[in-house]
């Protein structure tokens, strides 16, 4: 089971090692499960949590750059 990778809530960056990865919150959704918020490890004591409205939009900007091909 292949899971897409996280993205740092600090740094914005894409977390590649598992071990990496800290959940530092879930956030209910309105119309589905919610989310996990995700940090490298190094930065989820600097993670500051923002209302879910702006989340979303970055959710939506984060998505929009998950699926621009590699330059
Ligand atoms: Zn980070």
Redesign the pocket.
């Known amino acids: 089971m292949t899971e897409p990778p996280h993205v740092?809530r600090?740094?914005d960056?894409r977390?590649t090692d598992p071990d990496d990865a800290v959940a530092v919150a879930h956030e209910a959704g309105n119309s589905g499960p919610g989310w996990t918020v995700w940090?490298?490890r190094e930065?989820a004591d600097l993670v500051e949590l923002i209302d879910p409205d702006l989340l979303r939009i970055m959710l939506r900007i984060w998505s929009a750059k998950v699926q621009q091909p590699e330059t």
Request: charged letters at 10%; a negative charge; glycine letters at 0%.
């Open positions: 740092c600090h740094c960056e977390i940090a490298h930065h």
